[in-house]
């Protein structure tokens, strides 16, 4: 059975540039979650979808983020314009369970963003 | 305050020896689920086990074990006779409720193992 399946796997842009990532999460999994992991750092949560509902986007930074489930399958994270700050590691997760407090998240391999 | 404290930056070991993993952490919940996750160089995180408040036995899965103790809010992780496979960041995590129908899984900064051969 494939994992979460992400692409590119590597990234390199220059500031003010846009830059998208692609995620396939797990074959019937509902919830897909994104997380930005900074260098030496645990991953924090951008958003989570439920389906193509997004239940929890209140640490995505709107102003240049954006995000869409577009029929509950498989998501992409847009940035544009791309900052220096934005340079990390982008993950995506999914879970089969909806909302539960004890869920298994199973990630994908993440995209390493740089912007120079 | 952090919610969740992994105080070991980077641990080494040579293969063979036992490592204990920290994990410290905070909340004011009574229902909450502790989680324990691996990321190996290739990078996607793998769940090892989680825990419920309410179950405080130790669990020993393998070369694995975890000790759970409420009154110190701490869930540590010990790997016995580690390996070189073993060399990876491990994460601890809390989920607690945040309200509404939201959770919030928090993981603390991770500790790097490095197990030499």
């Known amino acids: 059975e494939a994992g979460v399946v992400q692409s590119p796997r590597y990234k390199i842009i220059e500031k003010k540039q846009p830059v998208a990532f692609w995620c396939n999460p797990i074959?019937?999994?509902?919830?897909l979650y994104w997380y930005r992991q900074n260098l030496g750092q645990g991953p924090e949560l951008l958003i989570r979808y439920e389906n193509e509902e997004a239940v929890d986007d209140s640490q995505l930074p709107k102003d240049r983020f954006s995000a869409e489930r577009l029929k509950g399958v498989d998501s992409t994270l847009k940035i544009q314009p791309a900052e220096l700050g934005d340079s990390a590691v982008y993950l995506c997760?999914?879970?089969?369970?909806?909302?539960?407090?004890?869920?298994?998240?199973?990630f994908g391999s993440g995209t390493q963003l740089s912007v120079l | 305050a952090q919610k969740v404290t992994q105080a070991q930056t980077e641990i080494s070991v040579v293969e063979k020896e036992d490592v204990t993993l920290d994990c410290v952490y905070e909340t004011r919940d009574t229902t909450y689920y502790l989680f324990w996750y691996k990321q190996p160089p290739s990078g996607e995180l793998v769940f090892l086990i989680r825990r419920n408040s309410f179950d405080e036995q130790n669990e020993i899965s393998g070369r694995y074990s975890w000790n759970f103790q409420k009154s110190t809010s701490s869930f540590n992780f010990t790997i016995t006779a580690s390996q070189v496979v073993d060399s990876a960041v491990y994460f601890c995590a809390l989920s607690e409720d945040s309200g509404g129908s939201n959770y919030k899984l928090t993981f603390g900064k991770g500790t790097l193992l490095t197990v030499n051969p």
């Open positions: 997760a999914s879970s089969l369970a909806w909302g539960q407090l004890n869920e298994k998240l199973f």
């Open positions: 074959s019937g999994h509902n919830t």
